[in-house]
């Protein structure tokens, strides 16, 4: 008879876990969340033997069964039967070997719950070399579950688990043997609660006495608790203390016993030599801040070819569809509302799956901890702390993945803080917007013969999003009301060489993600600006292809420019152009005419569209090699009825700065709603940058014109 078990995967943070998990289920992962949290659900399938399989359930690092962040009590709740989805029939405890005390703590509470249990020793490898030797049956016999070890990021240690998972759930298992006697600590109010809850170990039932108010029971269930309490004077804080001590007493007896350590005036490891270069408090910036600049620079460099490639075989797939599909509004649908759409979505897909396999391969290095540790104090001025940085520094490449990075910020309001800081980092859709503004008002002239100044107003568009990200934050924390604690407990692991797998497992993981949530909130948007864009009233509309119809009997000769026109009024006539009509007196303060207005309704989908509207609006050819010179010509020839240039150099620096801060990109709403769970957060996002890009184009323009 085949049977499915649940395996919970648990451990301290660093401790190889993730590894394992990756290990024993391949590809076989599911990525979710767990409810009323945005910690990450990571389920898998693996295969034990014939008759039995196991869905392991990778649960947040922790350091003890007392926790203080929401990822910890993600865990707590599982390991305590607390959560509704998840009961596990066993735990694989996954312990550093290289830190075997400070792993043990944890290890001792889990055996005493009484679930069956089986240790996992990992870095073994790592321990030997610093010296350190461990007596395995020894240490299985004190603790009176089983020790297997395993080295995961050399795939080694598989087919021993798997042996004794089997044998575990065959013989029923359940650690007859306690750590500590917690009986002690507590008797009456641990009687009672058992009364009460039958069949729970004495641990357990300390644990409910701890934090049943955290726990959902019924209110009967809960008051009796609370009674048992208040009737013996239990003291949760004392009774915690007394335990750990106690844990700890018993732990020091074991590692006598078990444990040869190394002497501690040895030499030090290379992972604490390197330490004092990239952690020094002026070089450590500098080897930084290069770092940052590579991982930004790569993403730019490794993902553009795949995106052009992307572009690419969607604009050869549209043209396709043109030629061979009818002039009919469903072709019309299909071409510039789907295909458009899916474009949208698989062209982020590059820069994801680049972005996220270059911070896994820093995090298995060992120096994203050092990057944490490195910007905390800055970022604590602000109301961020240090895990807020490598969102924001990604936010350069695309503000998509970056806010999904922020799912490693444990404090709910610093991880929304930066979720809605983050989108004001300039990202690579808004350099086509910044490149062809610049160079219509910006002289191309060079300073120091290398310093040109059209650079430097580019990289200062980008100093001024990163400058206002800080100063938002400053200003929102004390708004956002969550009284939640911050702890910023990182450990710093050692330096490893990176998992190229573990790479790869992560950046399907995310780009399958991304298409299937995100994308679909952004497909639904395509299709509504597409509605916009092309119909409206039928009048108009049915006026304007008249005359053009017209117009192209009578001029055969000039077909082509007429039918770009017809485009372009077409576009004016729409609900969207009017739409842009009829926000023109809105924008007018800020330097902007109608067809601006357009634009900044179409570049919703995508700052990038801007480029696009623009190429539209003023009938500009389709070859991708003129259409820029042409455009930026048409651009800077543009006169408004008056006679008055549009692009003049206060209209021009008015609209780079609204770029600059608005929420031009409905892929970063679409993320944030996904994030926050919540339209609260997106549409205040929206509301916010919306409303510093008007109030500071406007000041920008009424100051330059």
Known sequence: MKQNINIALVGNPNSGKSSLFNLLTGLNQKVGNFPGVTVDKKTGACRINENLSATIIDLPGTYSLYPKRGDEWVAYKVLLHQDKDIKPDMVLLVADASNLKRNLLFCSQIIDLKIPVIVVLTMTDLAQKKGTEIDISGLERELGVPVITSNPRKNKGVVPIKKMIEQTIAANLSNPRSFINTFELAQKPIEKVKQLIPDISDYKALHFLINHEHFDLPASLQNSIETAEVENNFNPTKTQAEEIMQRYGRIKQIMQLTVVEADPLKKALFTERLDKLLLHRKWGYLILLAVLFLLFQSVFWIAQYPMDGIEWGFGKMSGFFSNLLPETWWADLFINGVLAGLSGILVFIPQIMILFGLITLLEDTGYMARISFLT????????????????????????????????????????????????????????????????????SKLYLGFLSLQGLVMMGLYLLGTLMALIVSYVMKLFINIKEKSFFILELPVYRSPRWTNALTTMIEKARIFVFDAGKVIMIISLLLWGLSTFGPPQKMAAVKSRYEQLAKDNPTRAVELNKQKKSELLQNSFAGILGKTIEPVIRPLGFDWKIGIALITSFAAREVFVGTMATLYSVGEDADDNSSTLRQKMAAAVRPDGTKVYTFAAGLSLLIFYVFAMQCMSTLAV????????????????????????LSWAVYAVFK
Do not use: H
């Open 672 to 695: 944030v709603k996904r994030e926050t769970r919540s339209w609260k957060w997106p549409i205040i996002q929206l509301l916010y940058m919306t409303g510093l890009a008007y109030v």
């Open 376 to 443: 905390d104090k800055l970022m604590r001025k602000v109301g961020l702390n240090g895990k807020s940085v490598m969102p924001m520094i990604s936010g350069f490449a695309c503000a998509v993945p970056a806010i999904m990075t922020a799912r490693n910020i444990e404090n709910r309001k610093e991880r929304l803080l930066t979720i809605m800081v983050t989108p004001l980092m300039s990202c690579s859709a808004r350099l086509p917007v910044y490149t062809i503004l610049i160079s219509l008002i910006i002289p």
